[in-house]
């Protein structure tokens, strides 16, 4: 490492801001979502006994565990950014796939033999530096013909980021020191995302534009957030997040 390097980093660590949010905050801001999810895996994929897997182990996979008998995550070694082994909420016990979907790029096989009923690849999309077609034809080789994935990303065309583009502000994130948390390296719009899942075979059978973020607690209560809750409640392309349901043909 360069003289001094790891000195350097230390501090660009400690000054750089985090988005990091205790347990209950964290499900209070995601809880909405939550909802969507599973309201829509309940809609396309009814049984207890299909085969899931939730692709970035988290509270989310424990809620989806709890839905289903054979829920695997997928994502970074457990304990190194891909939860804890043994946390309930993050569905402790099951099985899971260490593979990095930026590995996706050289279109090497997943290190798994299972094939799944739905795949839940929810608000990971937009933290991979590697290009979603990519990804999601790594995914789709594990996904059982006429399978369904879920794919939950921000709305790259959100009113909020609209506005911070009008008065001259990035819309998005800088690339963090961190790369166990990485940021948004890339979100996309709903066009976008069509034609991309077109390109890695698959068949969009509904898209939604969706408010299911929460509101930060210093802004709950505003005008601020009154205004845009208003706007986006009349105008769906101006909403946060937006839910692609694709089907992997038969």
Known sequence: ???????????????????????????????????YVLSFCAQYCPSADSKVLDVGRSVLSGMLAQKYKHVTTMGFPLGAGGGSADDPRVA????HVVYDLNRAQTLEDIPCEERFDLVVFAEVVEHLYTAPELT?????????PGGIMILQT???????RRVK???????????????????HFREYTRAELIDLAGIAGFEVCEHR????????????GSVKSAIFAAIVGFVPPFRRGQTLIL????
Do not use: W
């Open 165 to 183: 583009s009008l008065l001259g502000l990035s819309p998005t994130e800088r690339i963090r020191i961190d790369n166990t948390n990485p940021g």
């Open 154 to 160: 921000p709305n790259a065309a959100s009113l909020n």
């Open 209 to 220: 534009y969706l408010e299911y973020f929460g509101v930060s607690r210093a802004e709950r």
């Open 1 to 35: 490492m360069i003289e001094g390097g790891r000195e350097y980093l230390e501090k660009l660590s400690r000054s750089t801001p985090g988005e990091s949010q205790a347990p209950d905050e964290y499900l209070d801001y995601h809880r909405k979502r939550f909802d």
């Open 136 to 144: 999601m034809f790594a995914l789709r080789s594990l996904m059982k």
């Open 247 to 250: 089907r992997r043909p038969a």
């Open 92 to 95: 402790g016990g099951r099985d």
